[in-house]
């Protein structure tokens, strides 16, 4: 019961319903089909509580005339070109413009961005984060929908969807300890993200910690990769393979192998992560967790639809990770 003087959110219509709410959001939305004896019940449920939609809400439909923002952080890295790809596909089934803004990790641009979306009054964000304390809580306060994609905000309780990456790392540790490998490096993102942690978690959980002769870190781009793979090949000359936590890093560790004339896989074996995200010039078998940065656009749009325009209750969305052996790019 509410009471008098209280305004009647989603969640206390879903309630008497007995629905959930990505329900509520579909009768309200008239787009999607719903039984009904659901329809009757939501619609009966909203008008004993003199729900009344918000203005959010009410734009999201209409057809032709909406605006979504999508926020990445690299948009030259073909991994989010990809995610844009999924995310326009489902944007466009229902007449939505979406618009991409690059930070390039800068957190005044994404603040720039953010609030040109704002301004702009958009239907939707869909932001894949700088880092895992970028600042939303303009966004929040504006109860426009957003969801993020390939990491979760540390300080926000959002809608994520994003790939299981400690199943990803256990992958990558099982097929090198398959294969016999007693001397691994590891290239990892920055420390304070925790998607590389997580993917670095899950290969220590699938071989044993001598395994690993060193850990390093890099800025996810092609020169932090050569780098970090300098620094193994000169602490660690015996080095036998080496997993790398992203794919531009991966594209800078094989450049820095081939600059020492080293031979892969038979001097360094090389397992990167999102390699069919990129090309290489040269055909070198290396192996590789692959996510589907496609399908993560595709579920965050429809997670965006499915709210309705409303605040979308939090969850997580784990996408499963696929290895592919001996690739060659």
Known sequence: MIGHGVTARIQDVAA???????????????????????????????????????????????????????????????????????????????????????????????????????????????????????????????????????????????????TDHYEGGRMAGQHLRDRGYERIGVIAGPQHSPEWNTRLEGLQSSISPESIVATERGDNRVGGGGTAMGRLLDTHPDLEAVFVTNNLMTIGALREIDLRALRVPEDVYVVGYDLNSQEWTRAVPVSTVNQDPRRIGEVAARTLIDSGGLPQERHTILLEPHLEESIAL
């Open 16 to 162: 008497q319903a007995g629905v959930s709410t990505a329900t509520v959001s579909r009768v309200l939305s008239g787009v999607d089909n719903v039984s009904e004896a659901l329809t009757e019940r939501v619609w009966k449920a909203v008008t004993d509580l003199d729900y009344r939609p918000n203005r959010v809400a009410r734009r999201l439909r209409r057809p032709g005339r909406e605006m979504w923002a999508l926020i990445v952080p690299d948009v030259e890295n073909r991994f989010f070109t990809s995610v844009a790809r999924g995310v326009e596909e489902v944007a466009n089934e229902y007449d939505i413009t979406v618009f991409i803004g690059n930070t390039d990790y800068d957190p005044d641009r994404l603040k720039r961005y953010l609030s040109t979306a704002l301004a702009e009054q958009v239907a939707g964000i869909i932001l894949a984060p700088s880092s895992p304390t970028d600042d939303v809580s303009d966004v929040l306060a504006s109860q426009i929908p957003i969801v993020t994609v390939d990491q979760t905000l540390t300080s926000r309780s959002l809608t994520t969807v994003m």
